[in-house]
């Protein structure tokens, strides 16, 4: 790895880290900055979950506060979010290289969707809450959609958050911001999960994954400041038409 390709994939890892912080779909940067960087599809999505970690533990960090009060609702859904990652994660590694380049534009496509609606996605939440009876239950619908998140995130990830956050609302009845807090801890836990099973047995490449790291916690800390000027709405729309593109031309790839 060259400086030049260290500093674009430091900058990559600062802008996902800072859309992660105000908008999710982080990886649609990330992610196709690696295979940019010539890392085989499925090395660059194993990469690209170790480098972003360190950004989900800072953000659960900061909302401690909020994760306090959710101790038994946390300690349930554990479980599902292990499991869940586990599966994944031995799925992708099961997925041949030449399967995973055909499978990973549909996949982008799919979490450029996922970040396009997402407004509309809260907005349904809100208005069918469909919750649990009250703040201690936990439906078991919630217990199924976070062991498939938990799947998805660990297979692939970007719109992870999106997902999870969208369904938190319409199954919890509970404030907006210690939702985001447990959807974040999820998050975590996910993908901690995902990070060690791949350090143990995926092709991780650690020098950009440790390169990007140090970018994705910055972009989390430094970044999200900047991008609320920009404004969520025009950053959305930004990640959108980058993953669009990326989308396009891994197709034109496989042509």
Same mark, same amino acid.
């Given at each position: ?25 982080g990886s ?5 900055a690696?295979?940019?960087a ?20 800072g ?23 292990? $499991?869940? !990652? ?5 799925? $992708? $590694? ?8 055909? %499978?990973?534009?549909?996949? %982008? ?31 078991? $619908? ?8 938990? *799947? ?14 969208? *369904? ?35 092709? *991780? ?31 959305? %729309? ?5 993953g669009? !593109? ?10």
């Open positions: 790895m060259d400086w030049l390709e260290a500093f674009g994939l430091l900058g990559a890892a600062l802008l996902a880290g800072a859309v992660n912080a105000v908008a999710g779909g649609l940067i990330s992610f196709p690696l295979v940019s010539g890392y085989p599809a499925k090395t660059a999505n194993v990469t690209n979950t170790v480098a972003l970690w360190p950004g989900y533990l953000g659960s960090l900061g909302y401690r506060e909020e994760l306090r009060y959710q101790r038994r609702r946390i300690v349930r859904l554990v479980a599902p979010s292990v $499991l869940g !990652a586990l599966a994944g994660s031995a799925i $992708l $590694l099961s997925t041949s290289e030449s399967a995973f380049d055909y %499978i990973v534009p549909f996949l %982008i496509l799919f979490a450029t969707g996922l970040t396009a609606f997402q407004e509309r996605l809260r907005e349904f939440a809100e208005r069918h809450r469909m919750t649990a009876r009250n703040a201690e239950h936990i439906p078991v $619908l919630l217990f199924a959609g976070v062991f498939l998140f938990a *799947v998805y995130g660990a297979y692939f990830g970007a719109g992870l958050g999106i997902l999870t956050f969208a *369904v938190l609302m319409v199954l919890v009845p509970d404030d907006l911001q210690r939702l985001n807090a447990l959807k974040g801890l999820l998050s975590l836990i996910m993908n901690a999960v995902a990070v060690l099973y791949f350090a143990a047995f995926g092709p *991780v490449e650690w020098a950009p994954a440790a390169v990007m790291a140090v970018g994705a916690v910055g972009g989390g800390y430094l970044g999200a400041g900047i991008a609320r000027r920009l404004g969520q709405e025009r950053l959305r %729309i930004a990640v959108v038409l980058f669009a !593109a990326m989308a396009v031309v891994l197709f034109v790839r496989l042509l």
